[in-house]
């Protein structure tokens, strides 16, 4: 069935009616030290110019998010366009990833979560995946966790992360720095997991780079109350902005999958004054895309993806 449908997305016509009008893709890390969450949230530099340079070599073109939404509502035709984007903002993209982005010129969209700028709040799940990595034995929350081999870690790695995951990100990140105190680890290099507001406004100097909204505390959006939506939205734009004296008009749902995106939302979001959002739902763009702005699907990025991908059969064309 794989075959015929790989086959499929070979035949022209098949190919043009799934290719869509461009394609977003979803990076988060970069960077050498592999994560127990695997290659679609940690991705190693090499792999990543390796997969730039094969789609530049099958014909595709970067393009700015901008340049997406233009072409969206103008109705001017795209044909193998990509928009690279960047969530979270980890430190070690400005090491791993930037140097490649620059050397090939390549735009890119980062969202970015004000209160890891801030230094407020950390990705509780970065100190997780340490944790875990780092202790083959440790405590946290008063419970005793034991896990030795990399498979056996990965599984206790989803086991916790489910359970945070519906969990405030203030609790969550409050258990991890209390585990990392416990079990002997340095619980202050949690806060430069990401990239400072100093460092942010000096990227967004560069014209390749544009800055986007990712809330304040990267939440479950679902299991918050309008007003608390509302604070989401409006805070992390409002701070962003001030830091890098410019309008921040994009978001970046946070986990961006159908499950974790209250219906509501978008009208906030345009209330607030965004111009566009994107899931992490997949599919190419479309040009039916240009009537929901607010729900541009994306690809993530994993170290098997291939231009192949973009135009196989599936069974919805929309996202
Ligand atoms: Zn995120």
Redesign the pocket.
Known sequence: MRTFLRWLGGVSWVRRFYEGEAVILAL?RVSRTPSLMGSSFCLHPERLQHLLLHLIKKGYTFISLEALLYALQADHPLHKAIVLTI??GYADFLEEAYPILKQLKIPFTM?V?SSFAKKELFPWWVGLDHLIQERHKFILEGYSYEAKDWKKKKRLFSHLQRRYLRESPHKACGAIESAFRKAGLPSEKLYEVCLDTYALHSLSQDSLCRIGA?TVS?PWLPSLDWEKWERELSHSKAFLEAVLQRLVVDF?Y??GGPQDIPTGLERLLSEIGYRSAVTLRWSPVYRAHRSSPYRLPRRVVNASLAAEDFHRPRWRRMA
Do not use: E, N
């Open positions: 988060h969530d979270d969202y979560v990712h990267h970046a946070p986990y």
